[in-house]
Structure formats: structure tokens, C-alpha cells
């Protein structure tokens, strides 16, 4: 796998974003906030921990990464893209009449591992291929990325309290913790929280990382799993919308799409972040 | 009772489930990568003879059947061969939007097992009935139904279903089912067989209620009355030209399924009958929509006139 510089995954994130947007564009549809959020722990993912490439996708042992905020699509599909697994230009048709590329992630994209888009799944899968890691004696891992609202569905106990029931130390969750889900905070919704203790307390070990920056998810995750016996649980500490200001926080942008306008204020406000880091790469 | 002499003469066999059991002991035996998993529930899948002897392939996940299906669907996309078995009445209805994604959708060949389907829990009510199953898989893409009438299709089910590439939903009850008569001694899943060949009414029936249509058959012979019964085992894919030459040979077709009448066996004979230009004299048989009748499978069976008398009598009058 090809060792990639923080400051080199920093200048992706802001291409991703970029790119992302331009598709959620294109296509006047997309889930925009949720995928900004977790661009960072996509991009470290696909680039610095999975080793996924479309060659090795086949491969019994490859590591599993399963989305289940299928939502946030359109971070995956970018990210994909980058890896090679089809031309990012395929991506003009997400949305459309014919087009593959749906609104949520399914196995006729090349590169995906399963079809999730109704939330509440990705957990109880990810613990069926980890379990089969463990029956196999083989050492792959098993990464999912769950939202936090999410975290209302009651399948992910269920899975949760299995997970921890067979040892599976070769699961890692995600959770892209935003704080945001559609109607508000997840604190006015539905409270989840104190989820640090709850997933303790169902057996887990749980670190806390900051999802948006790329060298402090690069140490996690490259240390995961820490615990022998234990299922990993990563709340990574997110802003919903992130690197476009007026989206951050704002929850009319989980499936906002931009305006011209808007669209142009976002692409300058990128463009400035990627000029940044580029004089940086320059100058180093 | 005419019905309980040609009960009689038929070879006693044992429950479906058993035969399930039995079957998938031997295949596992031979196959490490076949694996069970259930919820609380191998006691009453007849599990324990398996757990027993291959304790490193069956996988318990608790009373937790939309996690049942999730880690099924995972450990299929693993490699592994899986049999979800989970009481029928929870499998398709706790976790149908896993059965519908994460195995039907996601198109990995997870083998659904319903165990004690249909009315076979009898008096423990209705919360235990599963009459809606059959409907609902039939609404979803990419999944196949079966319900073995007798242990023959039992077995021979349980042993295709560990070679198909695609998902499939396998339903049975847990009463002992006599050897059906059979004309041909082959199975093949999407392929009705032919119980018995008649010529004035056909009885299209499926799973534990193509017993009563082969005991009224027996009757309505003795009556002159020439019935034709098959074993419409694959509800999904229906096996179209069978449905279609029995009704070109008959003059009547009555359906039996351990089922509601709505969205069943019945309805998927009628739609095809219809969009073929096909008219005759037709009547589905199963559970209406009301609160159903409480009692044993046999009582509710005898309520709603699933015996080999009261399918007689549906046939006197239809045909
Ligand atoms: C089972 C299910 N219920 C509802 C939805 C509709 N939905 C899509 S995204 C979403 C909010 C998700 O919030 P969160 O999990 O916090 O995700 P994020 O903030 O990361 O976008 C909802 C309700 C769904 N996709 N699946
Ligand atoms: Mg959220």
C-alpha cells in the first residue's frame, strides 16, 4: 500500500469534498452533510488501514469495510473512485434514470461489500463476517461505519451485545459522531448518551478520536484493535457538513443540495483550503 | 371415517423438522463450511443433535432474529453456507427488512429456515402463527419459497438448498407427515410434483395441507370423481406450467395452503390462470382474514376446512 503523508491525506480529504459535491451537484440529490463528516475517516480508511484495491478485492481475506450510514454514499463512491475501482466520471450519472450508481451503496458498484441504505444493519453484518474471520482463523478485519442517530435502531444491541458475546476483536466500529441527525441533535431526538459508557458496559473497548483530523485517525486506527477479546468501538468526533462553513452544523444540510450560489461559495472556500495545503506541500 | 382408513394406508414418516435435522447433520458432516446459526431456538428446530455433535458450526445469537439474519448475511458473504433456522412466525416478520436487504438484495445465498410455520404452533396463538410469510417473501426480489409437503421434499429441499447460489426461504411444520405417493421420485426446487393425476378437479396445495388434498382425491375417487393433486412445493418461482396444464386437464382447481388466502399459493395460481385467459371454476383455501379460529393445527385445519371431508365437499360443489 502506498504510504501517503498526513499533509498528502489532508489535501485528498479537501479533493474528496470537492468532488462530492460537485456529483451531489450534478446528480440535485445527495446526503451532503453526513458525507462531509465522514470524509477524513473514509479517506483514512481506504488509504492508510484497509489495503483495498480493486485487485485485492476478491480476495477471501481482504478487510471488510461495510457502510451501514449507507447515506453517505456519495463520500464512499469518491473515495472509491480515487482507489481506482472505476472512472470518478461515472460518478455524472449517480442518481440517474440507468445509472448503477443509486442513492445508496449496493454490490454493483465494484469495490462494495454489501447493500445498506436502511440503517440498523451494517452492525449485525459486520459481526457475521467477523465471526466467520474468527471461525476461519484468518486475520482480516471487519471496519463499519455507523451514524449516531443511527444508533436508535435496536439491531445495533443486538449485535453489540453478540459482538462482545464471541470475542470479536477483529470488529471495529465507527461511529461518525456528528451529534446531527435529520430533525435536530440527537440529544433533542433521542438521546444516545452517554454511548462511551453504554458500549462499555456492553463489553467493548472504546477509544474517542477526533474524525475530522486525519493524523489523530491515522494513530487510532492503525492501533486497532487494541484489546485482546474485545469488539472496538470508535467514537470519532465529527462536524456534520465539515469544511464548508455555512453547512457545519447546519441540519437542513444532511440532504440539502446546493444552490448555483451556494455551490460556488462552497467550491471557493474548498479550493482556498487546497491551495493552502498545497503551498504547504511545496514548501516542504 | 373413510379419512382415517386412507390415513392408514399410508407408510408413517416423522415431522419434516426432524428429517431437517437429520439432513443437515449429514451435509455438515461432510461440508465444515455449513454452518446453523439460531436464536434460542435449536430446541425447537431439533437443533440439539447437531450442536451436540459439531458445536464449532452452529451459532447461537440469542433471541435476537433481526441479528440472526444480519450475521447470517455476513457470514454467508464470508464464505460460509448458512442455515438461519428461527420459528417461521419471527424469521419473516422480525427480521423481514434483513431478509429483504441484507440477504435478498445483497444477493448472498443464505438458506432461511421457518421452523413450525403456518398454524403448527397451533393453540399458542396467533402472535406464533406464521400465515403471512409466504406473501410477504413473495413481494421480495431474489428469494426463493419452498414449502415440502413430506419428508421426501423435506429432505430433498434442505440438500438442494445447500447447493443454491441464490437465497432461499424453506418453511415446515413439526407434525409427523406420512410418505406421499409421488409419480416421479425426483425433486427439483421451481418444479411441481404430481401426486397423484386426475382429470375432474385438481388440488394445487403446498406443504403440510397436500396430505387432506391427496385424502380427498381418495375420497372423491371412491365417488367416481377423478382428482389430480400436486405438490406445489416452490410457491416462488411458481412452477407456471404445471398450474397451467392441470388447469387445462380439469375442470376445477382448488388450492390448499397452511397460509392466509390473501398473497399465498392460491392467489399466485389465480393471477397466473387470469393473465393466461384461463376460467374455471377455482377456490382458494387457506386462512381468511379474521382472527383466526384457536386450537391445535389439526383443529384449526379442521375450522377452516382444510381435511380431506371437508376438501371433498369444496370439490362436489366446485366441480
Ligand atoms: C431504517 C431507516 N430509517 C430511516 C432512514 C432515513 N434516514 C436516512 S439518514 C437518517 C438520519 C441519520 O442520522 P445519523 O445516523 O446521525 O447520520 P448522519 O448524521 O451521519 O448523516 C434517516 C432517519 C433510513 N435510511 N433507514
Ligand atoms: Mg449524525
Not at chain 2, 11 to 32: P, Y
Not at chain 2, 102 to 118: K, Q, T
Not at chain 2, 224 to 243: C, F, N, R, W, Y
Request: with cysteine; glycine share 8%; proline share 4%.
Amino acid at each position: 500500500m502506498k504510504k501517503f503523508t498526513d499533509l498528502e491525506l489532508q489535501i485528498k480529504s479537501v479533493e474528496y469534498r470537492l468532488a462530492l459535491l460537485k456529483y451531489i451537484k450534478i446528480a440535485k440529490a445527495g446526503h451532503t452533510g453526513g458525507s462531509l463528516s465522514c470524509t477524513d475517516i473514509l479517506n483514512v480508511l481506504y488509504n492508510d488501514v484497509l489495503d483495498v484495491t480493486p485487485e485485492s478485492f476478491g480476495d477471501k481475506n481482504r478487510n471488510r469495510y461495510i457502510q451501514s450510514k449507507g447515506h453517505s454514499v456519495e463520500a464512499l463512491y469518491v473515495v472509491l473512485a480515487d482507489k481506482g475501482f472505476y472512472p470518478e466520471s461515472d460518478l455524472e450519472t449517480l442518481c440517474k434514470g440507468g445509472s448503477k450508481y443509486v442513492g445508496h451503496p449496493t454490490r454493483k458498484i465494484p469495490g462494495i461489500e454489501f447493500n445498506t441504505g436502511a440503517l440498523g444493519h451494517g452492525l449485525p453484518i459486520s459481526a457475521g463476517i467477523a465471526l466467520a474471520a474468527k471461525k476461519d482463523e484468518a486475520d482480516y478485519k471487519v471496519f463499519t461505519l455507523l451514524g449516531d442517530g443511527e444508533l436508535a435502531e435496536g439491531s445495533n444491541w443486538e449485535a453489540a451485545q453478540m459482538a462482545a458475546h464471541y470475542k470479536l476483536d477483529n470488529l471495529v466500529a465507527i461511529l461518525d459522531h456528528n451529534a446531527l441527525q435529520i430533525t435536530g441533535t440527537n440529544r433533542e431526538v433521542n438521546s444516545p448518551y452517554p454511548i462511551d459508557e453504554k458500549f462499555r458496559a456492553f463489553g467493548w473497548h472504546v477509544v474517542e478520536v477526533d474524525g475530522n483530523n486525519i493524523t489523530e485517525l491515522r494513530k487510532t486506527f492503525q492501533a486497532v484493535p487494541e484489546v485482546k477479546g474485545k469488539p472496538t468501538f470508535v467514537i470519532a468526533n465529527t462536524v456534520k457538513g465539515k469544511g464548508v462553513s455555512f453547512m457545519e452544523n447546519e441540519k437542513k444540510w444532511h440532504h440539502g443540495v446546493p444552490s448555483d450560489e451556494q455551490y460556488e461559495l462552497a467550491m471557493k472556500e474548498l479550493n482556498g483550503e487546497l491551495e493552502r495545503l498545497s503551498a504547504i506541500k511545496v514548501g516542504e | 371415517m373413510t379419512t382415517i382408513e386412507k390415513k392408514e394406508t399410508l407408510i408413517k414418516g416423522k415431522a419434516n423438522l426432524e428429517v431437517f435435522s437429520e439432513t443437515l447433520i449429514s451435509l455438515a458432516e461432510k461440508d465444515r463450511n455449513i454452518l446453523a446459526v439460531t436464536s434460542d431456538s435449536r430446541g425447537s428446530g431439533k437443533l440439539v443433535p447437531f450442536a451436540d455433535k459439531l458445536p464449532d458450526q452452529i451459532v447461537e445469537v440469542g433471541i435476537a432474529e433481526q441479528n440472526l439474519v444480519g450475521v447470517a448475511a455476513g457470514l454467508a458473504s464470508a464464505g460460509k453456507k448458512v442455515y438461519a433456522v428461527s420459528p417461521a412466525c419471527f424469521l419473516t416478520a422480525r427480521s423481514l427488512e434483513q431478509i429483504k436487504n441484507d440477504v435478498a438484495y445483497s444477493d448472498f445465498p443464505v438458506v432461511l429456515v421457518g421452523i413450525s410455520a403456518g398454524v403448527s404452533y397451533g393453540a399458542l396463538g396467533s402472535t406464533h402463527h406464521s400465515i403471512h410469510d409466504v406473501a410477504v417473501l413473495r413481494a421480495i426480489n431474489n428469494i426463493e419459497v419452498v414449502v415440502p409437503a413430506d419428508n421426501f421434499e423435506a429432505e430433498q429441499t434442505i440438500i438442494a438448498a445447500s447447493k443454491a447460489t441464490k437465497p432461499v426461504f424453506i418453511k415446515f411444520g413439526k407434525k409427523a407427515m406420512p410418505v406421499l405417493p409421488r409419480l416421479e421420485q425426483t425433486f427439483e426446487i421451481g418444479k411441481a410434483s404430481t401426486i397423484c393425476e386426475g382429470s375432474d378437479v385438481a388440488f394445487i396445495a403446498c406443504g403440510e395441507t397436500v396430505l387432506p388434498a391427496y385424502e380427498a382425491a381418495q375420497i372423491l375417487k371412491e365417488k367416481g370423481i377423478s382428482a389430480e393433486v400436486i405438490s406445489m412445493h416452490t410457491v416462488k418461482p411458481l412452477d407456471e406450467q404445471a398450474v397451467l396444464k392441470a388447469a387445462q386437464k380439469c375442470k376445477a382447481v382448488i388450492t390448499v395452503e397452511e397460509h392466509s388466502v390473501h398473497g399465498g399459493l392460491g392467489e399466485a395460481c389465480a393471477s397466473l390462470l387470469m393473465q393466461n385467459g384461463v376460467s374455471l371454476p377455482f377456490k382458494i383455501v387457506g386462512i381468511p382474514d379474521e382472527d383466526t379460529a384457536t386450537g391445535s393445527q389439526e383443529e384449526i385445519f379442521e375450522y377452516y376446512g382444510i381435511t380431506g371431508d371437508a376438501l371433498m365437499e369444496t370439490a362436489l360443489k366446485l366441480a
